[in-house]
């Protein structure tokens, strides 16, 4: 079982940056494929990036030049380093596995964009 904590959401303005952090517990980490997922009020679920175990990174859509994902597997945690935010991208912010572990969704952390 693997224990992730999102954190580093908050409010910015349209066109500014965030950098969140993803904190996993468990051993398997580093041998998780690795991503952010974000949820807006009333949608689904979406993939935002992902990053493999080597490195390897993938972006979804209008997240490909603005969006960065990388992981520190010494120290367990992923991050998604977050430029140009529109409002449209206000949503919860998840990080899991890919394809998410269904047990392990956290609390994820709220990304506002509004000025």
């Known amino acids: 079982q693997v224990q992730l904590v999102e954190s580093g959401g908050g409010l910015v303005q349209p066109g500014g940056s965030l950098r969140l952090s993803c904190a996993a517990s468990?051993?398997?980490?580093?041998?998780?494929?690795m991503a952010w997922y974000r949820q807006a009020p009333g949608k689904e679920r979406d993939l935002v990036a992902a990053i493999t175990q080597g490195g390897s990174t993938y972006y979804a859509g209008a997240m490909k030049g603005r969006f960065t994902i990388s992981r520190d597997n010494a120290e367990n945690t992923v991050y998604l380093q977050m430029n140009s935010l529109q409002p449209e991208e206000t949503a919860v912010y998840y990080c899991?596995?890919?394809?998410?572990?269904?047990?392990?969704w956290g609390q994820g952390t709220q990304v506002t964009v509004s000025s």
């Open positions: 468990g051993s398997i980490f580093k041998s998780l494929r």
């Open positions: 899991n596995a890919q394809p998410p572990l269904q047990r392990c």
